[in-house]
């Protein structure tokens, strides 16, 4: 059966697949967790990392070896639900070459423990008297148990914390909370894990100054696929629809890929409030109910072709129907069994620890609650596996229906939809290491620069393979003078993306005001964040960051157009690298500059790729409802402006005029003019 499937996508990225992620050195470790080990003696570790690329094992290296070698006590580890717990159970490393085995005796992962894990607080106490030196628990009883015995009773020990995202530096957060106490106290050792350093709340995880106070192993999504020796390919992208989902979901579910289906929260607006009779709808459009299998729970199928489907049901509220599903999805005897389930459909589950390698496309329908949820069903997708060279994330997202009362959130919903879709094209890519253009410039060694090789008198694109680095010359680009700043345009672009990406305003202001000028979101929108969140930078490195965060999201965003410039093209057949993208826009232009950067519309592509695949009708009304509420300038833009214009006066000679033909020289002049009229207006009482 040939299914002609609807998906737009919105990032297609190829992959290397040299099998290198995947290869152990002669201690059993792969390379990010061998990158990992390299900083074992760092008190206080955050590992950025995405699933599937061996967090748990790589803290089980380091935690030996601090237990062994750096006069630490004991080890807990804490994950934010029971069923991670056991990513963390035995393993016999010596005998992939460590100088030891991993061991939790059974009594102390308190995950596997019955009961609530407020009564599990006092094992937790017996553990830390007792000889043994690993405990695993939920990151609910280890808030408890410092609530009861407070952080001194921890001294000595390490608390490693998976999937950090959970932690927040807001005061009613509890876990951030002891985490702030134990790095004021100095006198534990932290590893924080995590596959996506962002929340979908837009709060910082750790107050900057703690934050500084963490040594940094990033390993990148691109790393980890370049790495794979099977996956090549990851195509992510959406669908809208109008009515029920379940009537249109074949459009982008194809049967004969395996795939995990996350339907909506009942209370979002996609849901039709009975999640049980979508399940039984999915599975009409599916084929013919031929009645469960009585071993594995799995609902069989009938295609109208004549394949018979295992479809797993985990929305199911019978908990000895859902148990006995759960059981079979984690049968070790059917981890490399292909054939063992076709489908899986689930609501609140499958997403995080969630390990099912065959898995070719996540499905998600709805908005998710946050940003990390969405990197966290992607992972489900991204496992290698023999025979699978394509995987695919597709958003199946409601059309704002001008009819409904609820139109705000329907509005709302769709933005958030297109967020998302923009910071996974950031996690997703590969790292980018600006450098200004200068005329003693030359090549960097392990960088392939294309055909033509390294350009003396233009502005080049080099990959490295090894590293997952794209490197791009710019003209006129800010350097960052301290460490921090340095740090910073390493290692969190994508956490500045982030901030600036979720601000609802400048989604809808660069999708939808026809008259914005770039320059607003890029020099003041994107300004105005990093010095929110980098207060304590000069104003230079500041600058620096902006410029550097800028072109991460907009140079992504040029790859993306010249990747999809023909819409008659199906998805299938799009096979083109983003880094291929890169190139075609910096030789499309030639001469790249920072002034460049910023005269682009950051979200004229996702605009771009949202005509291409919304109705019309509700495109148009879009633009109504946006358009109806735009904003006026505020008395912060217009300090922003006016200081800009100063720095226009500073290099031009003259102040920006209300009459330029350049629309970026006028909003200045607006800027200046709004605030000479506020300080008018108060002169005059």
Request: proline letters at 5%; one cysteine or more; glycine letters at 8%.
């Amino acid at each position: 059966m040939t299914h002609s499937l609807k998906t737009f996508p919105s990032v297609s990225v190829t992959y290397a697949g040299g099998g290198g992620s995947v290869r152990a050195n002669e201690l059993g470790m792969r390379v990010m967790q061998e990158r990992a080990y390299q900083k074992r003696g760092e008190q206080y570790l955050l590992i950025k990392s995405p699933p599937a690329s061996g967090k748990s094992r790589a803290l089980m290296f380091i935690a030996l070896d601090k237990l062994e070698n750096q006069g630490l006590k004991k080890a807990l580890i804490v994950v934010p639900e029971k069923t991670i717990g056991a990513s963390f159970a035995d393993e016999p490393l010596s005998s992939f070459g460590f100088w030891a085995d991993w061991r939790v005796e059974p009594r102390w992962n308190l995950c596997n423990a019955p009961g609530e894990d407020g009564g599990k607080v006092e094992s937790v106490r017996v553990f830390l008297e007792s000889a043994d030196r690993v405990m695993v628990c939920t990151h609910a009883t280890f808030r408890f148990a410092v609530d009861r015995f407070g952080a001194g009773a921890f001294d000595d020990c390490l608390i490693a914390v998976d999937e950090f995202h959970h932690v927040s530096s807001n005061p009613d957060n509890r876990l951030g909370a002891h985490l702030a106490e134990f790095i004021s106290r100095g006198k534990t050792h932290i590893v924080a894990m995590t596959g996506s350093y962002f929340r979908g709340d837009a709060e910082a995880v750790l107050h900057p100054t703690d934050e500084a106070r963490f040594e940094t192993v990033t390993y990148t999504y691109y790393e980890q696929l370049s790495g794979y020796e099977h996956l090549k390919q990851l195509d992510m992208g959406y669908y809208f629809y109008a009515g029920s989902y379940a009537d249109e979901i074949l459009q982008v579910l194809n049967p004969e890929e395996k795939t995990i289906v996350h339907i909506p929260n009942v209370n979002a607006r996609e849901s039709t409030k009975d999640k049980i009779r979508e399940v039984e709808h999915i599975l009409e459009e599916l084929g013919e109910w031929q009645g469960a299998d009585p071993v594995t729970g799995f609902q069989l199928v009938k295609t109208p072709e004549g394949r018979v489907l295992k479809i797993a049901d985990l929305v199911e509220d019978d908990p000895r129907k859902r148990d006995k599903v759960t059981a079979a999805l984690k049968d070790p005897s059917q981890k490399n069994n292909r054939d063992h389930v076709d489908i899986i459909i689930a609501l609140g589950m499958a997403k995080e620890g969630f390990d099912w390698i065959w898995c070719e496309h996540a499905l998600t329908v709805g908005y998710r609650s946050s940003l990390t949820e969405i990197v966290q069903i992607i992972g489900r997708a991204t496992r290698d596996a023999p025979g699978k060279t394509r995987s695919r994330f597709t958003n199946l997202i409601a059309e704002p229906d001008a009819t409904e009362e609820a139109v705000t959130e329907a509005v709302n919903d769709t933005l958030k939809a297109i967020a998302a879709s923009l910071l996974m094209e950031q996690v997703l890519a590969p790292r980018f290491e600006f450098r200004p253009k200068r005329p003693e410039a030359g090549p960097s060694p392990g960088y392939d620069y294309g055909p033509e090789g390294y350009q003396a008198d233009r502005c080049n694109v080099g990959f490295d393979p090894a590293s997952g680095k794209i490197q791009l010359e710019l003209k006129g680009l800010a350097e960052p003078a301290s460490p921090e700043a340095s740090r910073i345009c390493q290692e969190d672009l994508t956490e500045v993306v982030t901030a600036f990406v979720q601000q609802k305003g400048n989604l809808e202001r660069g999708l939808f005001d026809e008259e914005l000028v770039p320059e607003e979101l890029t020099q003041v929108r994107m300004g105005k964040i990093i010095k929110e969140k980098y207060p304590e930078l000069t104003p230079e490195d500041q600058e620096a960051v902006r410029q550097h965060a800028v072109a991460a999201l907009n140079v992504i965003q040029q790859a993306k157009g010249f990747l999809f410039q023909d819409s008659s093209s199906p998805p299938e057949k799009t096979n083109t690298s983003l880094i291929d993208g890169v190139r075609r826009f910096a030789m499309d232009v030639r001469d790249l500059d920072v002034d460049l950067i910023d005269r682009i519309n950051p979200f004229g592509e996702a605009y771009a790729i949202l005509a291409k695949s919304m109705n019309p009708d509700r495109l148009r009304r879009l633009h109504e409802i946006i358009g109806a509420k735009r904003v006026s300038l505020s008395l912060e833009e217009a300090r922003d402006l006016a200081r800009r214009a100063l720095r226009f006066k500073q290099e031009r000679g003259r102040v920006p005029s209300m009459t330029a033909a350049d629309p970026w020289e006028r909003r200045m002049a607006e800027g200046v003019a709004y605030l000479q009229q506020k300080v008018r207006e108060q002169s005059n009482g």
